[in-house]
């Protein structure tokens, strides 16, 4: 399995050292410049993620509708209530819906692993995303502890 994320703080960022952490391919697209809200000033994310790719645009939506787009399947992170309309969070999903691929949202207040796993492919391209760090104080620990029981 390889993982894709687009690098922000909180859950994005947490499945990417998952990844490393368990010698997972990793992968993706970042905003140009590498940018990430606590790394704003580039390489950014680039120096710690080098296999990050960059989107034309500085946009974080067109990073989001492009890991979206190249991979098999989406599993979306949160904590307690659905993902605010406005939200990064909720345009994930929305885009995986538009484009008819896989997605499966986990709630960190009530994990179901099991039906989690049942929902995306045993192989292939795992985009992972949620709610940033700042959004959401405490998910980037409480999302890598949940992911690195997920894809062990």
Avoid: F, K
Avoid at 23 to 30: D, I, T, V
Avoid at 96 to 112: H, I, Q, T
């Amino acid at each position: 399995m390889r993982i894709v994320s687009g690098g922000q703080s909180g859950v994005d960022r947490a499945a990417l050292d998952v990844a490393l952490e368990l010698g997972l391919p990793y992968g993706g697209w970042c905003p140009r410049g590498g940018w990430a809200e606590d790394l704003p000033v580039p390489p950014g994310l680039l120096a710690g993620y080098p296999l990050l790719r960059e989107t034309p645009s500085a946009e974080p939506a067109e990073r989001t509708r492009w890991n979206v787009r190249d991979s098999d399947a989406t599993l979306i992170v949160i904590a307690g209530a659905p993902p605010a309309p406005s939200s990064g969070t909720a345009l994930t999903l929305a885009i995986a819906e538009e484009l008819g691929r896989p997605v499966a949202v986990v709630d960190l207040d009530a994990p179901d692993p099991a039906t989690v796993l049942a929902a995306l492919p045993a192989n292939g391209t795992l985009n992972v995303a949620g709610p940033r760090e700042s959004a959401i104080p405490g998910i980037y620990v409480r999302s890598r502890r949940l992911l690195a029981e997920l894809l062990r």
